[in-house]
């Protein structure tokens, strides 16, 4: 696309080099450029595109999901809350770099039989896996004009204190509309702590729950995978919410 092509700014590889609070994955940093014209106001921008596996991703939801609904900074570099919940998540992380044949999370054990045992000591200790299940359960998923099939552009506003999700779509010809209306939510967000925004493009609505499972707190392969690293049964049925995040 000659100088109409995105440019590449920076790259880092968080899978060679897991940070230590487990996360991993590769950052890619571009800028973005684009010769449609309702599209050319964009131009210039700089966009971070993220590359992970399936366990990466799951595993990115459920602490995502954590921070939301704890209200507790797990990805800030200045951590705020009960340790465990930190310990708990590098130890997961690190027996997904082990089963992928990854280098090891910083700070936890290498050895296999080491670090299932901690991990399952912390975990029952949180009762992790039983709060991951009970936010998922909780939410509540409407949208808005779901018969617009001819939809690419959605808006999804979470908002953890009442516990919903609303989905909006918006057609490629009604961009100036969904942008007026993502600003105005980006100021909402902004002073309401409860609130979280995105905006995103995908083919399908049906694409936005694997695009974006943590804002539907969809945690379910994360548990899934820690359930078969701890060589538990799934549960069947009677999962309540906690009315908090376990000290």
């Not at 082990?98 to 910083?106: A, Q």
């Not at 808006?155 to 100036?176: F, G």
């Amino acid at each position: 696309m000659g100088s109409l092509g995105p440019v590449v700014d920076s790259c880092d590889d968080y899978i060679d080099k897991p940070k230590p609070d487990g996360y991993r994955g590769i950052h890619f940093i571009i800028r973005y450029y684009s010769s449609i014209d309702e599209l050319k106001v964009f131009n210039g921008q700089r966009i971070e595109i993220q590359i992970r596996t399936k366990l990466q991703h799951a595993w990115a939801t459920a602490v995502e999901t954590a921070q939301l609904f704890s209200g507790h900074a797990l990805k800030s570099k200045y951590k705020t809350t009960n340790s465990d919940w930190i310990r708990f998540f590098a130890l997961a992380s690190g027996a997904f770099a082990l089963k992928e044949k990854c280098p090891s999370v910083p700070g936890v054990p290498e050895d296999r039989e080491s670090l299932i045992r901690e991990l399952r000591l912390v975990s029952n200790r949180l009762n992790a896996l039983t709060v991951l299940e009970g936010w998922t359960k909780s939410i509540q998923v409407t949208h808005t004009q779901h018969a617009n099939s001819n939809a690419n552009w959605f808006i999804m506003r979470l908002d953890t204190l009442e516990r919903t999700l609303r989905v909006i779509p918006y057609r490629n010809n009604e961009i100036a509309r969904f942008r007026s209306e993502y600003e105005l939510f980006e100021k909402e967000a902004d002073t309401n702590p409860g609130v979280d925004v995105v905006l995103v493009l995908v083919d399908e609505l049906k694409e936005l729950r694997k695009a974006y499972p943590n804002y539907h707190v969809d945690t379910a392969n994360f548990v899934a995978a820690i359930r078969k690293e701890l060589d538990l049964r799934p549960r069947r049925s009677g999962i309540s919410l906690p009315s908090t995040l376990r000290a």
